[in-house]
């Protein structure tokens, strides 16, 4: 089973703000972001640096290792 997580740099408060190199409003895409969170279950994280997001992204990935379970062959 694949799941799907977005990762943000940044925290909600500087994505409200927007930037200045996309025409879309911050408070849109946090919109958008909550709407795949509940229509199709992709769920957000905010990090507030790459160095964090870096972490988690390996302690994530550290507990999939830890939980997978190869299927058996018929």
């Known amino acids: 089973e694949f799941k799907m997580i977005i990762a943000i740099e940044g925290t909600l408060s500087e994505l409200l703000v927007g930037s200045t190199h996309s025409s879309v409003k911050g408070d849109q895409i946090v919109k958008t972001l909550n709407t795949l969170w509940v229509k199709y279950d992709i769920p957000h994280l905010y990090f507030p640096n790459r160095s964090e ?17 190869p299927k058996s062959k018929p």
């Open 53 to 69: 997001m870096k972490r988690q992204m390996i302690e994530t990935w550290s507990a999939v290792g830890r939980c997978y379970k």
